[in-house]
């Protein structure tokens, strides 16, 4: 395992999220490399901080009773397409969520969303951006529930800022908002515009300003279960 493939595995191992084998792999990885270690180590500091800021509250002892006592006499219709574990148990999973047990809720895209795929789309590059947003529009043509989310990094910002044209002379902004009446989101990745000594204010209002894309699209895949393109 590489730096690179380590970083993106950081998050969903920190849930305990990864395959034993994955995380097996990470943490030979861990051991071998300070950089990585230290990125974990900072990592694990924010979420401890994160989660002694936002304790999750849990239901009421009487509330609880109910909300077990009516889901036990009610068939879950949605269960055959949970994970197995929750179509298995669809009692607890479903007092989970109602109950607002636990912060994270990865299957959240599974139940809550019910059909609708989530895919997160990551630009890092200028290049084919025109050939890019049609593969896009291509998916939300097959697929017209798709709820995608695009999130520029690197040069795979620039489409995002004020002024940018394709090579047709279009402004961008304007095919955005296409995107955006179909219910794409754009995100862009406040660390590029840092790196790159890019005001936030060039951004074009249809795109939101996210602290690092990176990270972002690791919390979306693990925390949001979006499945990951990149363009
Ligand atoms: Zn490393």
């Not at 395959?19 to 694990?44: M, N």
């Not at 989310?149 to 040069?155: D, F, L, T, Y």
Request: with cysteine; proline share 5%; hydrophobic share 45%.
């Amino acid at each position: 395992m590489n730096c690179e493939e380590a970083g993106r595995l950081l998050h969903p191992y920190a849930d305990s999220e990864l395959e034993l084998q994955a995380a097996l792999a990470i943490e030979q990885h861990l051991q071998d490399c300070a950089r990585c270690r230290a990125s974990f180590a900072g990592l694990t500091t924010l979420r401890a901080a994160l989660a002694r800021a936002c304790e999750p509250e849990r239901a009421p002892p009487p509330l609880r009773a109910r909300i077990v006592r009516e889901l036990a006499g009610r068939a879950a219709p949605a269960a055959d397409r949970r994970r197995n574990w929750l179509a298995a148990a669809p009692g607890i999973a479903a007092l989970v969520l109602v109950g607002g047990l636990l912060l994270a809720q990865p299957w959240r895209a599974h139940t809550a969303a019910g059909d609708r795929a989530h895919v997160v789309f990551h630009i890092a590059t200028a290049d084919n951006l025109s050939a890019n947003l049609r593969t896009l529009k291509n998916h939300l043509d097959a697929s017209p529930g798709l709820h995608a989310v695009v999130v520029a990094h690197n040069a795979g910002v620039e489409f995002l800022l004020r002024g940018a044209r394709d090579e047709t002379g279009r402004p961008y902004a304007e095919i955005v908002r296409d995107f955006r009446e179909r219910g794409v989101e754009f995100r862009v990745c406040t660390n590029t515009l840092t790196r790159r000594q890019i005001d936030t204010a060039a951004v074009i209002p249809e795109a939101v300003l996210v602290p690092s894309g990176i990270a972002e699209i690791s919390r979306l895949q693990a925390r949001e279960g979006y499945v990951y393109l990149r363009l």
